[in-house]
């Protein structure tokens, strides 16, 4: 672990390539602040308290850094995506996809709309994020934040524009839309993975998996319970028509039935996917092999068989039962399917870390610039938290700790020190923060080599 004194220096190092990408002096200059003030000890981490805290009497120049749109998140975003690929990218990697709500009161901060807000479990008025986080084991580093337009605001240019929307931002387009465009950044920087994880909320709509199947991905996301699939016994039939024309559409030889209907009579084992800070974490899991029905619709309406994947129950021990559709190979083993699917949940504690320890919720501005800002800044700030945590992993290979060493010193040589001391330091430090996040990286999680 870093010593308290030190860990600004590797901060400065570690930055340089991001300050690079900013440019401009001033922006250089107040992007270190910014984050240093996300480590902070302030109840919130908003402009106004971070100023205070590290640069009294130059609140103005701080939050015109944050809320002007004078630059933008795009040369800084591809870095912080091979960041987190140099990271904890690789075949054994997850690239999770989800959402995190945003708490608001009134109606002027944009995209704030009465939505459904995971955090509170039930609708709110929030802001939605959709999120991109490429973990491995337990680390996760966040890689894309993208603000969600509900219909209340793409349907109003004047509201948009005056919370500063892009023209090209405002166009109608659902949370998975905007998933699969990041996905495709993300392809397009080369980042690694093995499989890409959702909840049911991206997971039920075949456009999404049928965009990741195209795209030669493997994934493992939620269905719900009435998810209709068939049995990989059906077949597809041309029926003679005794009068009229001949039949155009295939008949499916069997009607479709639900996930839960389908696992009825499947037989259910108890696994052990990793071990949480109380013990081992279990479930009973069930697999088959189906084929979805989410091909063309035959007449009557009901969709035709489409390919054939896994279908995946989890029986929890609330009693709650979840459904999964996978397009893992069908020699997959039970175990490696339930350890992909629960592999998605260090996404959920990214999200969490990046609320409770860097106030990614604190944000109190109201315009898209300023969002964005902010939301990259505090993924630039857990990036860097999970870039000392790693080194300081045994487990994580001492090769690999050599390698993130002679980087840092490397970066440290030939460092300009312009932005490093804008301030004097308070001796608030991200060791705190870093403690929490710090516990030892298990690997209960087994993931295909």
Known sequence: MLEVRSWEAALDAWLEPFLDALGHKARRRWAPVYIRGLYGRTERKSVQPI??????????????????????TAPLEPLLARTADQLVGGPDAILAIDDTAVLKKGEHSVGVAAQYA????????????????????????PMVMRLFLPEEWTSKPDRCRRAQVPEAQQKPRTKPELAIEEVDRVLALGVRFGCVVADAGYGHGAPFRHALSQRGLAWAVGVTSTQ????????????????????KRAVASEKPVTAQAMLKTAVWRRLTWRTGTKGPLTAHFAAVRVRVADGPRQRGGTPLPGDEVWLVGERRGSGE??????????????RTLASWIKARW????????????????HFEGRSWSGLHHHALLVMIALAFLQHLRLAAAPEWG???KAQQRTAA??????????????????????????SVLARSIQAGVELPK
């Open 51 to 72: 100023a205070a805290a590290l640069t009294p009497g130059d609140y103005d120049q701080l939050h015109n850094f944050i809320a002007s749109r004078s630059w933008d």
């Open 118 to 141: 995971g955090v509170v479990g039930k609708t709110a008025n929030c802001q939605v994020l959709v999120t991109l986080t490429l973990a491995r084991r337990e680390v996760p580093v």
């Open 228 to 247: 209709a699939v068939y049995a990989t016994t059906v077949s597809l039939t041309w029926p003679v028509a005794t009068t009229g024309r001949p039949r």
């Open 321 to 334: 039962t979840k459904y999964y559709l996978s397009n893992l190979p069908p020699d997959t083993p039970l």
């Open 346 to 361: 260090v996404c959920e504690q990214g999200h969490q870390q990046m609320k409770e320890e860097l106030g990614l919720d």
């Open 398 to 400: 001492k090769k690999a």
């Open 409 to 434: 010193a490397t970066d440290a040589a030939r460092r300009a020190p312009s932005h490093s001391r804008a301030h004097p330091s308070d001796g608030t430090d991200p060791m705190s923060v870093l």
